[in-house]
């Protein structure tokens, strides 16, 4: 079993909402930590820069607000995502907002860098660090992340392209702190998939585009809802690092999906508002997105998750390997939950 942290502990469903740049805002963290799971949002999404401290405000107070109301059922901490690539002008001024209001859970993207792990410890915050492969993994544990994100084939944003089994089983051999799993996980299944691997949290982000609460274009959550992995387009173009994006958003920029440039990584930045403006107009999306149907609050969402969950767990528990036969469970049929 991990060693967790407590403040990892505290969440009532193994799952961490990703930060999704541009659209993740105060209203729909604490709608995600209200329902039981760490919500999360870009720093970078708050501009200027100065409407951080507000937003910072809004959640603490939003999620004090609940815990007072609901001792019984009390939110679970939220996350801050940082990107500490050099790039990132405003890291200074965001971390400074961040000890101020003892975020409870720093997520860092885009490099390790030991010195904001110290400044996290120092308010005492956990630090989860987002890699795409084993070497990263060890990088980030060597310059003090506490946790990992491991980021598979198949996630929204930048993804990487390793086997989200291999990345988990390389990782487990030799970590045994917090670990979440991101990659094309959009139903409860596919959180007890992630928990069943190794990890301790499923880490979803596309399928909360298409929510009530997220600050995305109508026409984007519908074709998170309209869309399936057929649609995605895995491309370095438009930040410098691969990354996961929907097909029709590219023919909508006048680009052709399936004949794109490639870029060169020096081109990467995130400070300025000519990057950010890329994120508007081609969508990022992960290939799970095919479990979406609907435009829903992030609750709602979120319950349907726990449900599944539920469900996938009930049908694990009802298969049994054939008497007297030496063949896996996998091979027996499953016996589905009731309803």
């Not at 790039?87 to 000890?99: F, I, P, Y």
């Not at 051999?173 to 998939?193: C, Q, Y």
């Not at 095919?290 to 539920?310: S, T």
Request: hydrophobic share 45%; aromatic share 6%; net charge negative.
């Amino acid at each position: 079993m991990s060693k967790l942290p407590d403040v990892l502990r505290a969440p009532r469903l193994p799952i961490i909402c990703s930060p999704l740049f541009i659209i993740s805002n105060p209203k729909l963290v604490i709608a995600q930590c209200i329902a039981g799971a760490i919500g999360s949002m870009p720093a970078l999404n708050a501009r200027p820069s100065e409407l951080l401290d507000e937003w910072l405000a809004e959640i603490t107070e939003g999620l004090d607000a609940w815990n007072r109301a609901h001792p019984d059922r009390p939110a679970a901490p939220y996350a801050i995502n940082q990107i500490v690539h050099k790039s990132n002008d405003r890291l200074d001024h965001d971390m400074a907002l961040c000890e101020k209001y003892k975020v409870p859970v720093v997520i860092t993207s885009l490099g390790a860098r030991e010195e904001i792990n110290q400044a996290v410890h120092g308010w005492g915050g956990v630090v989860l660090h987002d890699v795409i492969n084993n070497g990263f993994a060890h990088k980030a544990v060597d310059k003090g992340a506490d946790g990992l994100i491991a980021v598979a084939a198949g996630a929204g944003g930048h993804a990487g392209v390793k086997s989200p089994f291999a990345l988990v089983q390389e990782i487990r051999e030799w970590f045994d702190g917090p670990l979440a799993l991101s990659g094309s996980i959009a139903d409860g299944a596919s959180v007890l998939g992630a928990l069943a691997m190794g990890a301790d949290f499923a880490y979803i982000g596309s399928a909360f585009i298409a929510t009530e609460e997220a600050r995305a274009p109508e026409g984007y959550k519908q074709a998170i809802v309209n869309a399936t992995s057929d649609d995605i387009v895995y491309s370095n173009l438009f930040t410098g690092v691969h990354g996961n994006y929907l097909a029709p958003s590219i023919r909508a920029a006048g680009l052709d999906p399936d004949n794109l440039p490639t870029s060169d990584p020096s081109a990467m930045n995130f400070g300025s508002n000519a990057k950010a403006k890329a994120w508007k107009d081609i969508w990022g999306s992960g290939q799970g997105i095919g479990a979406v149907k609907a435009v829903v609050p992030a609750g709602e969402l979120i319950g349907r998750l726990e449900r599944e969950m539920e469900a996938a767990s009930a049908r694990l528990h009802g298969i049994r390997p054939a008497a007297g036969h030496a063949s896996t469970a996998a091979n027996q049929p499953v016996v589905q939950a009731k309803a």
